[in-house]
């Protein structure tokens, strides 16, 4: 019999484990929310890395290596991180063979451009829309495989839980049928999560409606272990609106755009004046903390408003339609102005998870049989992702627990369909049980204005800047808003259809769970690394806190433990922007020339 | 003028087989809105303008940046994105209503799933030998890229589709947006090995001889694909490779 692949979430990462899985000789089912071509993954701008041409400039795939670990402030485990760096220009490569439209030199090879957090051009893109076209890529070998019959899509399908036997392994998921409300269970012989971030938390973001976090915090609550959550990326350049914040790419500072305000009547150039060997293109987590510093302490914001410029009009026009087309129209039709002919104004937003479900080098949870890759993982960006390495890491951990999944599933003792030992049926009643409560909700709350309380909650208290008195009455102030969940009114008691209302007041459960995990890993890690800043611990405490923070789930609230890094080829040094970055030490035993 | 509500009239359906009716909301104005944040304004409220409480409509949307193609629907009329639709330039009396080429799910939620079936029909992908590493891709001049990627935009959202006369139930033709992705993957080196069979599928009933050449589509094309040129391109393709491609066989 073929061993059967589940995998949940049709961006990059699910669909590179699919074609993985599928080449592996597996069937694959795969369950998306949406049209998996709608995935989030669309909205990647920049590009993706990956030292391509190793001699241009002195580059290298350890270098790579290097300013991923360091821009990660040493948090990230290195050996998946060294073995990511080193599959990047493979990964390239791949995508160009599948007909991604990566712009070209005049000699027809792929472009590169600068990118934060990097001092060479490694950065392969498709104008400024480079996670749409990897995306449609992936998408477009799935329909293949699709009419092959190896794969098999669930779209309009929301994840609700595992199925876990008597011994805690994964034998298949529960799922809602988005369009006649039914819940459903499926077998498989392995599972693979792929289910982005949760930027939703906290309201306005540059995600996506779907990215609510609810499969990683349900999955959570059932005893999956989720890893670094506390480390948030706060993108420092975001249009402003009222229902979400529109990410205006990194590349366009790696383009050349410059970001300013004014100070005493005369432009103040301050990123590039404070860190002279980097520039514009100092890490994201510095960025963002730079101008945060400008508009809301020094109150130098453009116009007295929470915004500075972000300046491409020294630009030829030409030369920006062809290499940042794609962002200039979103900033065109949002903001009704002209960024080739006036700066853009711009302001940090929430952006990015680095971290997320703990999983193991293979891409495997704490629950056998149950894999997790993508956004979702926690395993690839340490303390603060560099940009362009998302996409890189979507496809490349997709890539890993592909393979790794189909060699479980081989491994497995029984198949998923002689062991119905009752929990099938038993995660199909939790779950209906689950949403016959919900439809009978009729409380005074509203479920979306509390959603809102939530992300004002989060934004104010749990991204930039953080002190452990707010963090504290920020979970107390959970606490009361899951109390408050109980009494919410759930608007559409119609079933059988599209019922979005019952849908999100169930997100909206977990979405409380996991601005506890957020929230009570910042509490307790006083110190400052990456994304988490706190001024009263101003420093990097690597005796303390150089250690991966694990939340387990408990009912009262998570419960954190450490865990230590794998350190096993460059030593932690200081972590500094303003001078040329130092060549890391590796540490003895490696073999690797730089 | 500034305390003026924007009024909403909503087409809606509660099941995918009962009658659409319409529905009245006002929501207070406030600077800076786009269709969807106006839509989660009723969700936070849902009640109509007769003052009666009411389910919360029930639409489709994604990434919110006109990038996803979810948020398609007829507003005012018009069929767009609603998350590009800004109040302060569409002004605040506004008639939303599902596009009406795809089967209603819910509301504005409709079923597109015969744009994607369409894409499987023309072969609309690089046939690769594995995912395993073979090295380097096709080199590429960078004015086939920059034709490549203007095609390669296409969101899937279907407006051109609502928009195309020839595109509905009475006609088979799969309508411009698939078609026009056969010339994408005609023009790619490695997807070039397999023209022919993209030309022959848009040869058969539902194909390219089909389309009306009503250059609507090309007109309300979000993301400006050269549609209609690229129709008439094709059309010149199919052309030729009929007449001397067939030959050769």
Known sequence: MNNRIIIVGGGLAGLMSAIKAAEAGCGVDLFSLVPVRRSHSVCAQGGINGCVQPTREGDSPDEHFDDTVYGGDFLANQTPVRDMCHAAPAIIKLMDRMGVMFNRTPEGNLDFRAFGGAKYRRTAFSGATTGQQLLYALDEQVRRLEVEGKITKYEFWEFLGAVLDDDGTCRGISALDMRTMEVRTFPADAVIMAVGGPGVIFGKSTNSAINTGTAAASLYTQGVRYANGEFIQVHPTAIQGIDKLRLMSESARGEGGRIWTYRDGKPWYFLEEKYPAYGNLVPRDIATREIFHVCVDMKLGIEGKNQVYLDLTHIPAETLNRKLGGILEIYEKFAGEDPRKKPMKVFPGVHYSMGGIWVDYDQMTNVPGLFAAGECDYQYHGANRLGANALLSCIYSGMVAGPAAARFANGLHKAAEDSRDGCFDREKRRQQEIFSNIYRMNGSENPYRMANELGELMTENVTVVRYNDRLKATDEKLKELQERWRSLNVLDTSRGTANQAVQFVRQLKYMLEMARVITVGALLRNESRGAHYKPEFPERDDARFLKTTIADYAPSGPRISYQEVDLGYIKPRPRVYDVEKKVGTRKEGDQHER | ?249
Not at chain 2, 85 to 110: C, M, N, Q, S, Y
Not at chain 2, 151 to 171: D, H, I
Request: charged letters at 25%; glycine letters at 8%.
């Open chain 2, 1 to 249: 003028m500034s305390d003026k509500p924007i009024r909403l009239k909503i087409k809606r359906q509660n099941t995918p087989d009962s009658s659409p009716y319409w529905e009245e909301f006002s929501v207070p104005y406030t600077p800076g809105h786009n269709v969807i944040s106006v839509l989660m304004e009723i969700q936070k409220n849902p009640v109509n303008s007769r003052g009666e409480k009411t389910s919360p409509v029930v639409w489709e949307c994604n990434c919110l940046e006109e990038v996803c193609g979810a948020c398609t629907m007829l507003i005012n009329g018009g069929v767009r994105q609603a998350c590009s639709a800004l109040i302060d330039k569409i002004g605040r009396e506004l008639t939303l209503e599902p596009i009406t080429k795809f089967p209603v799910v819910r509301d504005l939620h409709v079923d597109r799933g015969k744009m994607f079936e369409a894409l499987k029909k023309v072969g609309a992908w690089i046939p690769i030998d594995g995912t395993y590493d073979m090295g380097e891709g096709p080199r590429m001049a960078p004015k086939d890229q920059e034709e490549g990627y203007r095609l390669a935009k296409c969101m899937t959202c279907g407006c051109c589709m609502e928009a195309c006369p020839q595109y509905n139930s009475r006609s088979s033709f799969i309508g411009p947006a698939p078609t026009v992705q056969v010339r994408l993957f005609n023009l790619h080196p490695t997807g070039a090995m397999n023209r022919s069979e993209r030309l022959e599928t848009l040869m058969e009933k539902g194909g390219i001889a089909e389309c009306g050449n009503a250059q609507n589509c090309v007109r309300v094309c979000p993301k400006e694909v050269p549609l209609t040129k690229t129709l008439a391109e094709l059309n010149k393709d199919v052309d030729l490779y009929a007449i001397f491609g067939m030959l050769k066989k």
